[in-house]
């Protein structure tokens, strides 16, 4: 057999294999109404902030009249220094970073762990304490309220932001999160083989599970961070108007006999820059580590 004949037989089979790759990548080409429904899905998602900003820009007296404004009005940065100086947004901005890093870092690092251990580790009764813990994300947080108080008043902690810290610092959702994601994503075969290497469990954990975790970790620490920066009903129960997070310093804006509503709405406004940013800044490295998750799995 001539090399013409090999060639032949192998150039005509790559042909059909070559036009259903150029149909498959037709198939990714994005059309007009995948256009359209993304950007009437966009609008819809940003209309309320849109709205919030209109409306901290403009007075109260104007808000109260029929049509409402549809535009921006002067008093935008009026409204938004009046809000910062009500409410004390400047210690409670800071007390919120604080308090939403602390439990962002400590959710993601031990739910992480507790994943790992839930997916991958052989211990008794490790299905008995998954469900227990998967149970308790079905019990109201209200109904902890009480005891919890009374528990953090008999530490002496009562007005101090470490009452808002600890009751967080690990969660139901983030250890059954990390748990499906690492059951998929990380081998077995790998940590076996880090194990007949010499690998310590901290090595492993360190270098095998996070590298493994770290989409998941990424996405759970941007959840974990937005709840705990808009958690609303424990802080106003366990701090005071002296040492408020946003949220609790928002609340006192709404105080008062005829409140007003554009200067609330700028304190809304100021509360929530702060995710805007975040997700400008991180949103693309999320993205992406979600993305190579998926290619992986």
Do not use: C
């Not at 004949?5 to 059909?16: D, I, K, N, V």
């Not at 899905?41 to 849109?50: D, G, H, M, T």
């Not at 109260?60 to 029929?66: C, F, G, P």
């Not at 040492?243 to 200067?263: E, F, H, I, K, R």
């Amino acid at each position: 057999m001539t090399t013409s004949e090999l060639t032949l037989p192998t150039t005509a089979e790559a042909r059909p294999r070559r036009r259903r790759l150029l149909g498959a990548g037709k198939q990714l080409n994005a059309g007009p109404v995948t256009y359209v429904v993304l950007t009437v899905f966009a609008l819809v998602s940003l209309a309320p902030l849109v709205w919030t900003a209109v409306a901290a820009s403009r007075t109260d007296r104007r808000l109260a009249q029929t049509p409402p404004p549809l535009w921006f009005g002067g008093n935008l940065f009026r409204n938004l220094q009046s809000a910062w100086d009500e409410a004390g947004l400047g210690t409670a901005m800071l007390n919120s970073t604080f308090v939403a890093g602390m439990i962002t870092v400590s959710t993601v690092l031990f739910s992480t762990l507790a994943g790992f251990a839930f997916a991958k580790l052989r211990f008794r009764f490790s299905n008995v304490l998954l469900l227990l813990t998967i149970g308790t994300m079905m019990i109201p947080p209200q109904l902890a309220v009480v005891p919890l108080y009374l528990w953090m008043s008999d530490l002496g902690w009562s007005n101090q932001l470490q009452t808002v810290i600890l009751p967080s610092l690990v969660t139901a959702f983030g250890t059954f999160f990390m748990r499906q994601y690492l059951v998929q994503a990380l081998p077995t075969e790998l940590i076996e083989a880090a194990r007949v290497d010499g690998a310590s469990s901290l090595r492993i954990v360190w270098h095998v599970v996070f590298p493994a975790a770290r989409p998941a970790m990424a996405v759970l620490g941007l959840l974990t961070f937005v709840f705990a920066w808009n958690d609303f009903l424990w802080p106003i129960i366990a701090l005071n108007q002296q040492n408020p997070t946003v949220q609790v310093a928002l609340n006192s804006l709404g105080t008062g006999y005829v409140p007003d509503q554009a200067v609330i709405m700028a304190g809304a406004l100021l509360g929530t820059l702060p995710l805007l940013v975040a997700f400008l800044l991180f949103g693309k490295q999320i993205v992406g580590g979600i993305m190579q998750g998926a290619v992986k799995g």
